[in-house]
């Protein structure tokens, strides 16, 4: 079972890559959505069946497969460019980046000790780099859409994590930390909204009237 | 009656959602806020025991942070309904819920001994704030907005992550993965001290970013500058007590695992350079607001500090964070004040506050004096005592670090705040219909009074409740 999820940890981690080096807004979204549902899968593999896993995946494949998307997609319509045509580091940049902070996340995970039935499992490089990868992305890029974008991939990271606890945490809090999620990113989604109507774009380079010299 | 704590504000915050009138909806906050303090007096006189598994328990820490998010919410609860008076031409429905709902998060924060709790009721007090700090619905506010949910979001993920990793180090210590805070504290000396440091890391710089210590204090400035005062004081006020409970906790964990010095110079680090980064932005800023963000920023690195030195240091810091909450109550609802009087926030524009309105002009020279330790003000006591601990605990740089940055801080302040506290009026400066009233002013001049009480004659049984909160962070 490990292997199938080694897998599935190995093709998120390419998702990654595929935002990082994305311009289309619209494909970073599906992106997304499909990590997430890839995600998703992650419990019923690796655990035993429970209620309450079952619970956590299909909640997880709804928020993060389908309605946080849709949300999403909707703001990306309603926008005149639909590219991150002008970064502020470029793509092949951040890629490489991207690269290295995924080669030191190994080195990372390597140092810290393992459960031994966790033993051999790629999660702990896999959610950190995960993690990395969406903060490169907040950082890099202008668009508010693509910032949430990487919020997003970083949250899956930490959801990658969880998984090494999923047994252990509960129910309650599990359910908490995605219907925060849910709630944050449809906040998001309302300022973007507003900035659009107000700057009539959503390039976060214009928030700049703010600011100490 | 824990759980009227939670759950009376949610249901003022229904029954705010339901009020039609703009008028009325405000005196919601005084009712609810009043009910609060007197639930809250109520649980501190008897305090009851665990609930729901040790989820639920009401600890001389949590008991202390309740005693400075209380009054800070009555105080600015009246405040909001003179305040509200003036704001008239926009619906005051949203803030009025948020702030309700807020209450109710705060309390949670307090009352949790479960830390994926306490993490998700922090994460609700980010999130509620939100559309209040867009509240005047501009392009300045709407940037302040995006800058706070964007950094703030990052910021408590990354402490849910850090959470993640410390229940795995009691996993990986072969016991079962908790975030109970008292198993975690009676198992430290077991737990994986790599996964312990790296769990430390992350919350430190997750919450690190939800109270501003520097160097992620940048959303700080703009959220509070664009916010209105009274949201202002709540997020200064009562969000940093809460994000400061939760490091708090955490470092709990931490000393309770032996060989602290790693987690003791973190969070000196970042204190220092908190203090440091304050002292020079305070000088010479031009809006009144960020001034106060600035200060809170410099309050919140004393207390990282404090943490960090620890021994007798502990019982100042959180006698500091006590009178961090209720100065910051003064400072940023004189600040509303001043800014409706005369419509703009620039020090250049705002000259002879005391001539034109003398109640909350000679409150915000009070709250400035407070807010900078000067006695006979609450902080005087904390950051003397601070200091004193920090020399006692063999830190002569730190301490010197520490001192010239307060100097630098005082005077960066004076220079702005007394000339326009004193100073001439200017004749061009526009007219406007804010006149002091009692329902604007006196909440200030209370928490003042309140914060002279603490420099003066510090209450006993209050001192009794810090020494024992300062006991479960190893305080002397």
Request: hydrophobic letters at 55%; glycine letters at 10%; charged letters at 10%.
């Amino acid at each position: 079972m490990t292997q199938i999820a080694d897998q599935i940890l190995v093709f998120v981690l390419l998702l990654n890559f595929v935002v990082l080096g994305s311009s289309r807004l619209a494909v970073s979204v599906r992106i997304v959505a499909i990590q997430g549902i890839a995600l998703g899968l992650l419990p019923a593999i690796l655990h035993h069946f429970s209620v309450h896993l079952s619970f956590i995946s299909f909640g997880m494949v709804a928020v993060k497969g389908f309605i946080i998307p849709l949300l999403l997609t909707r703001a990306v319509n309603r926008l005149t460019s639909k590219r991150e045509s002008d970064p502020f580091v470029g793509h092949i940049p951040t890629l490489v980046v991207g690269g290295i902070c995924t080669a030191l996340s190994f080195a990372f995970a390597g140092r810290l000790p393992l459960a031994p039935e966790h033993q051999g499992l790629m999660i702990v490089p896999a959610a950190i780099s995960t993690l990395l990868a969406g903060l490169l992305v907040i950082v890099t890029r202008r668009k508010a859409v693509s910032q949430v974008i990487g919020y997003l991939l970083l949250e899956n990271g930490i959801f990658i994590f969880g998984q090494l606890l999923t047994t252990a945490m509960p129910f309650m809090v599990e359910a908490g930390v995605l219907l925060d999620l849910l709630v944050g990113i449809f906040v998001m989604g309302i300022i973007i909204g507003h900035i659009r109507a107000e700057f009539s774009s959503v390039d976060t380079s214009r928030l700049t009237t703010l600011r100490d010299v | 009656m824990i759980a009227a704590l939670v759950i009376l504000p949610l249901l003022g915050a229904i029954i705010a959602w339901l009020v039609p009138d703009n008028r009325l909806r405000p005196w919601l906050l005084p009712v609810f806020g009043m009910l609060h303090g007197a639930i809250t007096v109520d649980l501190i006189l008897s305090p009851p025991l665990p609930s729901l598994q040790g989820w639920i328990h009401l600890d001389p820490l949590g008991c202390l942070a309740l005693v400075a998010i209380s009054p800070l919410f009555l105080a600015c609860s009246f405040y909001a309904v003179g305040y509200l008076n003036y704001r008239q031409e926009r619906s005051n429905r949203i803030l009025c819920m948020g702030l309700l709902v807020c209450l109710s998060a705060m309390s949670l924060t307090s009352v949790a001994h479960h830390l994926g709790l306490l993490w998700l009721a922090l994460e609700t007090t980010t999130l509620v704030m939100a559309p209040l700090v867009y509240f005047n619905r501009n392009a300045r506010s709407l940037e302040a907005t995006w800058k706070y949910m964007m950094i703030c979001s990052v910021g408590i993920a990354l402490a849910l992550l850090g959470l993640f990793f410390l229940a795995y180090s009691m996993l990986v210590a072969g016991h079962e993965a908790t975030l109970l805070l008292d198993q975690l504290v009676s198992r430290a000396g077991v737990l994986s001290p790599a996964w312990l440091h790296a769990a430390f890391v992350f919350i430190l710089v997750g919450f690190g970013t939800k109270v501003g210590l520097a160097p992620l204090h940048t959303w700080k400035p703009d959220a509070y500058g664009e916010a209105p005062g009274i949201v202002g004081a709540l997020l200064s006020g009562g969000l940093v007590t809460c994000g400061v409970l939760g490091l708090m906790r955490i470092y709990q964990v931490c000393i309770a695992a032996g060989d602290t010095t790693f987690y003791r110079d973190a969070l000196v680090g970042l204190g220092l350079l908190s203090t440091i980064l304050a002292a020079v932005f305070l000088v010479r800023q031009a809006d009144f607001k960020r001034m106060l963000a600035y200060s809170s920023v410099e309050h919140v690195g004393v207390i990282a500090i404090g943490l960090g030195i620890g021994k007798g240091a502990i019982f100042f810091t959180l006698l500091h964070l006590l009178a961090n909450s209720l100065t910051k109550g003064v400072l940023f609802l004189t600040a509303g004040n001043i800014h409706r009087s005369y419509n703009s926030k620039r020090c250049d524009v705002v000259h002879g506050v005391l001539r034109r309105l003398p109640w909350t002009g000679s409150l915000f020279l009070a709250g400035f004096f407070a807010g900078t330790a000067s006695p006979p003000f609450g902080m005087f006591l904390s950051e003397f005592g601070i200091i004193a601990g920090s020399f006692a605990a063999g830190r002569p740089v730190v301490t010197t670090i520490l001192v010239v940055s307060f100097a630098a801080a005082y005077l960066g302040m004076a220079a702005n705040v007394l000339p326009m506290a004193l100073g001439e009026r200017l004749r061009e400066s526009e007219r406007t219909l804010y006149r002091d009233s009692f329902l604007t002013v006196a909440p200030p001049l209370l928490l003042t009074l309140i914060l002279l009480l603490m420099g003066l004659c510090f209450p006993l049984p209050l001192a009794r409740l810090v020494h024992n909160a300062a006991f479960l962070l190893g305080g002397e």
